[in-house]
């Protein structure tokens, strides 16, 4: 009980003698130290809300306004409205304090009412999305080219930090139920036959004449209260109420940039991804970070930046919720079955090579895991009613709650694997099993929990696992881009492959954790072992490059990569499956305050006579480019529509939602929401970051990362296009569905991808465009 008797820093006792005093100098200093961040970063939040509260302008404008105003008083000229008679009439006296405190008051109400001018008319702004549906590459219209001026303008006025734009980003727009359900209507119109459509049209039909009026008012409501509609709910209802198992059904993984060869030692690797995460947070912490803009011009909501450090999912017995606080200053380590508690900061973050001396203590720690300890975090790989129950019969006093707030509590996790994470071009199955060690690991060696954990092989590479609920991947994948480039650029580490630099101090000795844990204790773990264990051998996952061309060729045949890549994965199933199937693309509606995601329909009518022109070979090549036009332009639109939020799913969802609160039935919803996502997929974004230019390095580019399936037998697929002429595809299935197989898939997606490029090699050919 070392790390009990460490941590106390004052006491007292009453002898026969008087007052007996024993205090730790040491310890005390660092309680001052911690007393002395905290209210630094209190007074850096108050500055930073009052910067973003007037942003877009600036507070140096309202002293040159005062002291304008009081030199036109003392001056003898009257202020435009003379507002400073109006309100020296009503304070006590005409006196120059009097005056001045007039002069003060009136500039600051001119300047309040110039700063909520600027705040609405950039708000109104932002409302516009007509550049969206302007095609690229031509001039834009004379209303965007106004519109995009008037942004600039704005925006130059002052530097915006990260949640600068929070307040002056609109609400996600609430759709009439007649249009959401023409949208749907559309929709599934290739994967019915006409009997089955006109039972889903009618059944249409009575919802939009029943009970959608009551629903539908119900919603106006909440969209015209809350800053969201759908937000909440999501989180909640989606994620948070799920109580299947985390782990491959809903976290979520990426991988290291494989090309990039940094260092083959894992603690220095770990040291210097360690020190980059955390000059990360401290940047989201000062909100230092530039927030993301699309084209330059348009920010995306920076919401879901607040809680990617120092969040954990905690289990309930209904229902979950995430734990965030607002300062954290250690880590938790995991490796060979202990954990650890590191301190990452003393007086300042400690360095890459301070960090390296830490893990060192760790790996050299001989002593062998507690009773249970090794395969504790099953807990969180498990059914989250199991881990409710099991934390608040187990874990809620003593040594163990102790041990487990310190988790919970952590900035994030980091595992150091006992084996190493290989990528062998020649070999496929070694990039296989590094995806699979990130999703699932061994099922008890990833906090499935945590916002997210950082895993590492004993060969240098590196990965993580994350959570869902509390963001999207998107962010996650910001700040992967950032902490890869950090790395590169910076230099990290010296000739022998250890952490660069010179230790400046003595890090903080890692602590182990110390757990109490009986023996109904350990079989509930054991149980939920049991559980992690069926799901890791029922699911299959490979990782498929596509190196043959990427993005140079689609944009050189004049259609978006994204619909390319759709149209791809279209073909490939419906050749694998003889039949269309309900395709799920996620896109962002942060374009919107406190915006997350909102559903692409990638099958659509365009796409399936696409398709079916391409198994007919009575069909001609121009005729399949025609189609295959028709389907991007198609899919471009409902992607743009999407992110506008003029989707389906959402509204959809929340019209269920508020029938549930009011416990009426509708036939129509429950089949909608019923139906299943046969196949799931997802880009991820990159160069998020201005740090690196992909097209000069390409070797920085993560090789993505994916999820598991949402069907039972169907695909989750998700791609990263990295570069001009490199796509990696993720693609999982269960192995219990006789109906999928995710390398059967990924062959019928590479043909697919190559009959693509030759379809629409024959028009470059034709217009002397030889790729």
Same mark, same amino acid.
């Given at each position: 009980?070392?790390?009990?008797?460490?941590?106390?820093?004052?006491?007292?006792?009453?002898?026969?003698?008087?007052?007996?005093?024993?205090?730790?100098?040491? %310890?005390?200093?660092?309680?001052?130290?911690?007393?002395?961040?905290?209210?630094?970063?209190r007074?850096?939040?108050?500055?930073?809300?009052?910067?973003?509260?007037?942003?877009?302008?600036?507070?140096?404008? #309202?002293?040159? #306004?005062?002291?304008? %105003?009081?030199?036109?008083?003392? !001056?003898?000229?009257?202020?435009?409205?003379? /507002?400073?008679s109006l309100v020296l009439k009503i304070l006590p006296g005409c006196c120059t304090k009097m005056q001045i405190l007039a002069c003060v008051a009136v500039a600051l109400t001119y300047w309040l009412s110039v700063v909520f001018l600027l705040r609405y008319t950039f708000k109104l702004l932002l409302m516009y999305k007509g550049w969206m549906f302007e095609a690229r590459g031509k001039m834009p219209s004379l209303p965007t080219k106004l519109w995009a001026v008037a942004i600039k303008i704005l925006r130059g006025w002052n530097t915006p930090k990260l949640y600068s734009y929070q307040g002056s980003l609109p609400r996600l727009p609430l759709p009439s139920v007649q249009e959401t359900l023409q949208r749907y209507l559309r929709s599934v119109r290739p994967l019915l036959d006409d009997k089955q459509y006109e039972r889903t049209k009618k059944l249409g039909e009575e919802f939009e004449n029943g009970i959608s009026k009551k629903l539908q008012r119900y919603l106006v409501l909440k969209s015209w209260w809350s800053t969201n509609y759908v937000s909440d709910w $999501?989180?909640?209802?989606?994620?948070?109420?799920?109580?299947?198992? @985390?782990?491959?059904?809903?976290?979520?993984?990426?991988?290291?940039?494989?090309?990039?060869?940094?260092?083959?030692?894992q +603690?220095?690797?770990?040291? !210097?991804?360690?020190?980059?995460? #955390?000059?990360?947070?401290? /940047?989201?912490?000062?909100?230092?970070?530039?927030?993301? &803009?699309?084209?330059?011009?348009?920010?995306?909501?920076? $919401?879901?930046?607040?809680?990617?450090?120092?969040?954990?999912?905690?289990?309930?017995?209904?229902?979950?919720?995430?734990?965030?606080?607002q300062d954290s200053n250690h880590i938790v380590v995991y490796h060979k079955g202990k954990y650890f508690k590191v301190v990452i900061y003393k007086g300042r973050i400690l360095k890459p090579c301070e960090i390296q001396i830490q893990l060192q203590h760790i790996l050299d720690d001989k002593t062998e895991p507690l009773p249970g300890e090794e395969k504790l975090a099953a807990l969180t790989a498990g059914e989250r009613k199991h881990w409710a129950n099991t934390r608040n019969m187990f874990f809620s006093r003593g040594a163990n709650k102790t041990s487990l707030d310190i988790i919970e509590k952590a900035a994030f996790v980091v595992a150091l694997d006992d084996f190493p994470y290989e990528y062998d071009e020649n070999d496929s199955t070694k990039l296989d099993e590094y995806a699979k060690c990130l999703l699932h690991g061994k099922g008890y060696d990833r906090w499935f929990d945590k916002s997210f954990t950082l895993c590492f092989g004993t060969n240098g590479k590196v990965g993580f696992n994350?959570?869902? !609920?509390?963001?999207?991947?998107?962010?996650?994948?910001?700040?992967?881009?950032?902490?890869?480039? /950090? *790395?590169?650029?910076?230099?990290?580490?010296?000739?022998?492959?250890?952490?660069?630099?010179?230790?400046?101090?003595?890090?903080?000795?890692?602590?182990?954790?110390? $757990?109490?844990?009986?023996?109904?204790?350990?079989?509930?773990?054991?149980?939920?072992?049991? %559980?992690?264990?069926? @799901?890791?051998?029922?699911?299959?996952?490979?990782?498929?490059?596509?190196?043959?061309?990427?993005?140079?060729?689609?944009?050189?045949?004049?259609?978006?990569?994204?619909? &390319? +890549? *759709?149209?791809?994965? *279209? #073909?490939?199933?419906?050749?694998?499956?003889?039949? &269309?199937? /309900?395709?799920y693309e996620a896109s962002m509606t942060r374009l919107f305050r406190e915006g997350r995601t909102e559903t692409v329909r990638p099958c659509t009518i365009e796409s399936s006579d696409f398709v079916k022109a391409m198994e007919n070979k009575e069909i001609s090549n121009e005729e399949r480019l025609q189609l295959l036009s028709k389907a991007c332009e198609r899919h471009q639109l409902g992607y743009q529509e999407a992110m506008c939020g003029k989707g389906i799913d959402r509204h959809l969802f929340c019209l269920y939602v508020v029938s549930k609160y009011l416990e009426v039935d509708s036939p129509f919803l429950q089949e909608v929401l019923s139906e299943p996502w046969k196949l799931s997929t997802s880009q991820t974004p990159h160069g998020q970051t201005g740090r690196i230019d992909l097209n000069k390095n390409p070797e920085c580019m993560s090789a993505g990362g994916g999820f598991g399936p949402v069907a039972d037998d169907g695909y989750g697929v998700s791609y990263i296009i990295a570069g001009e002429d490199r796509i990696f595809f993720h693609i999982s299935n269960k192995r219990s569905s006789k109906y999928t197989d995710c390398h059967g898939f990924a062959r019928e997606l590479e043909k697919a991808l190559n009959d693509l490029r030759t379809l629409c090699s024959t028009r470059m050919v034709t217009n002397g465009k030889k790729d």
């Open positions: 009980m070392a790390e009990a008797h460490s941590a106390v820093a004052f006491s007292f006792a009453i002898t026969h003698e008087g007052w007996d005093v024993n205090f730790d100098r040491e %310890v005390l200093h660092l309680v001052w130290q911690s007393g002395i961040r905290s209210w630094k970063k007074i850096a939040r108050f500055q930073n809300s009052i910067h973003n509260g007037v942003f877009p302008g600036h507070m140096w404008s #309202l002293w040159m #306004l005062i002291t304008l %105003v009081t030199a036109v008083h003392f !001056s003898g000229y009257k202020v435009p409205l003379d /507002l400073t $999501w989180e909640e209802y989606v994620y948070l109420r799920g109580r299947s198992p @985390l782990m491959i059904n809903s976290n979520f993984y990426a991988i290291d940039a494989i090309q990039l060869k940094m260092t083959n030692k +603690i220095a690797r770990a040291a !210097s991804t360690i020190h980059s995460a #955390l000059v990360f947070r401290r /940047l989201v912490e000062r909100q230092e970070l530039e927030p993301i &803009f699309i084209q330059g011009t348009v920010p995306l909501c920076s $919401w879901q930046y607040e809680r990617i450090f120092n969040t954990t999912r905690i289990p309930g017995i209904e229902t979950d919720k995430i734990q965030h606080i994350a959570e869902h !609920s509390w963001a999207d991947a998107a962010v996650m994948s910001h700040v992967w881009e950032w902490i890869v480039g /950090l *790395q590169k650029y910076d230099h990290r580490y010296d000739e022998n492959g250890n952490a660069a630099g010179t230790p400046e101090l003595t890090p903080p000795i890692p602590v182990r954790l110390n $757990w109490d844990m009986k023996h109904e204790c350990r079989a509930a773990i054991d149980k939920a072992v049991t %559980v992690a264990e069926a @799901l890791i051998r029922d699911v299959d996952l490979t990782v498929y490059i596509h190196n043959s061309f990427g993005k140079g060729f689609m944009k050189k045949a004049k259609l978006s990569p994204d619909a &390319f +890549i *759709q149209m791809a994965l *279209q #073909l490939a199933y419906y050749r694998e499956a003889g039949k &269309f199937c /309900l395709t």
